[in-house]
């Protein structure tokens, strides 16, 4: 089990952007065959995949957020970082990162196997 | 987008009960791409099941999943004090993964 730790602000208002970063053990990030990514959760909307990275730049995005959500990587920093855009009472949720492993010998996104502890985040003017 | 439906939405069961829980997609997944997690109150969900059948690493043999092209089952032969949780499963037939609604295992 990896650790991961979000940390952001927990209160963003309407319209604004949403930033919240990802920090794992040094070196992590530039391991192969695995993406990382952003998952959120919230009582209307239960768990929603947000997007997931690759080390050198990769990325995929829930069709439904891909327009306000951008993730961004910083191997030298040990970080990975979500922005949502334009966000509203409706992104109020638990924020969380974590590993996004691939179907073994394929490109293909599987499953999650390492979360971080998750960080709350509410819109509200 | 492929929809999951989780049923019942809760199992009431006793400490030492048999749980069968249900996953249905809206549409066949291929090659068994289905993952199962457990989730705690306060807790990020955690791994159980990869792969429709594959238990992840530490995770107990009472823990079971089965199933293939639409409907999934996580079965938990033996219910212990610490399984009372929120269940659910996840496909990663295609490049945007989908969680169930959930199912909630309770002490009765």
């Known amino acids: 089990q990896l650790h991961l730790q979000e940390s952001g602000p927990g209160l963003v208002k309407p319209s604004e952007t949403l930033s919240l970063t990802c920090t794992v053990p040094?070196?992590?990030?530039?391991?192969?065959?695995?993406?990382w990514g952003w998952v959120r959760q919230s009582p209307v909307k239960g768990l929603e995949w947000i997007g997931s990275?690759?080390?050198?730049?990769?990325?995929y995005y829930n069709p439904s957020l891909k327009s306000r959500a951008t993730i961004s990587i910083d191997t030298s920093k040990n970080l990975f970082s979500l922005k949502l855009g334009s966000v509203t009472a409706a992104d109020t949720a638990v924020y969380y990162c974590?590993?996004?492993?691939?179907?073994?010998?394929?490109?293909?996104?599987?499953?999650?196997?390492?979360w971080g502890q998750g960080t709350l985040v509410t819109v509200s003017t | 987008e492929i929809v999951l439906t989780q049923s019942p939405g809760t199992l009431s069961l006793s400490p030492g009960d048999r749980a069968a829980l249900s996953c249905r997609a809206s549409?066949?997944?291929?090659?068994?791409?289905l993952a199962w997690y457990q989730q705690k109150p306060g807790q990020a969900p955690r791994l159980l099941i990869y792969?429709?059948?594959n238990r992840a690493t530490g995770i107990p043999d009472r823990f079971s999943g089965s199933g293939s092209g639409t409907d999934f089952t996580l079965t938990i032969s033996r219910l212990e004090p610490e399984d009372f949780a929120l269940y659910y499963c996840?496909?990663?037939?295609?490049?945007?993964?989908?969680f169930g609604q959930g199912t909630k295992v309770e002490i009765k």
């Open positions: 996840q496909h990663y037939d295609d490049m945007s993964p989908t």
């Open positions: 974590a590993r996004h492993l691939l179907v073994a010998g394929r490109s293909r996104l599987a499953y999650f196997d390492s």
């Open positions: 549409q066949s997944i291929t090659t068994s791409y």
């Open positions: 990275i690759y080390y050198y730049g990769t990325t």
């Open positions: 040094d070196g992590a990030l530039s391991t192969t065959s695995l993406y």
């Open positions: 792969g429709a059948s």
